[in-house]
C-alpha cells in the first residue's frame, strides 16, 4: 500500500509560478512511476503529466502544459515535485498526484494508476 499526500496548492496571479509537491509512503519509491492528473470543476480527470520509475528519466506532458510543467523526482526524499510556470486560469483544478509499480500501464491514463492523493486546489486569477 502506497500513501501519497500532495501539497503546495494555492492562489495565484495569472503568469505566476507553484510548485507542488507530492510525499510518498513507499519503501522503495523509486519502483513507481509518478504522475500529476487535474480536474477543474464540471469536467473529468485529466493527465497533466508523467515520469519514469528508478531514476525518472523519461517524461511525458500533456499538450496545454508542455514548455510551462515540469515533472521531477527526488528518490532520497519519496518526493515527487510538479514545477508550474506562465499559469493560466485555464490551470486552476485539483491537482492530484498517483502512483504505479513501474511500467504497469500506460503513463497517460488514470486506470494505470494504483495510488492517488488526495489533491490539492490550484487557482489561477486572471
Known amino acids: 500500500q502506497v500513501q501519497l499526500v500532495e501539497s503546495g496548492g494555492g492562489l495565484v496571479q495569472a503568469g505566476g509560478s507553484l510548485r507542488l509537491s507530492c510525499v510518498a509512503s513507499?519503501?522503495?519509491?523509486?519502483?513507481?512511476?509518478m504522475g500529476w492528473f487535474r480536474q477543474a470543476p464540471g469536467k473529468e480527470r485529466e493527465f497533466v503529466a508523467a515520469?519514469?520509475?528508478?531514476?525518472?528519466?523519461?517524461?511525458y506532458y500533456a499538450d496545454p502544459v508542455k514548455g510551462r510543467f515540469t515533472i521531477s523526482r527526488d528518490n532520497a526524499k519519496n518526493t515527487a515535485y510538479l514545477q508550474m510556470n506562465s499559469l493560466k486560469p485555464d490551470d486552476t483544478a485539483i491537482y492530484f498526484c498517483?502512483?504505479?509499480?513501474?511500467?504497469?500501464?500506460?503513463?497517460?491514463?488514470?486506470?494505470?494508476?494504483?495510488?492517488w492523493g488526495q489533491g490539492t486546489q490550484v487557482t489561477v486569477s486572471p
Open positions: 498517483a502512483a504505479r509499480f513501474r511500467v504497469s500501464g500506460s503513463a497517460y491514463y488514470s486506470t494505470s494508476y494504483a495510488y
Open positions: 513507499a519503501r522503495t519509491f523509486s519502483n513507481y512511476a
Open positions: 515520469i519514469s520509475w528508478n531514476s525518472g528519466g523519461s517524461t
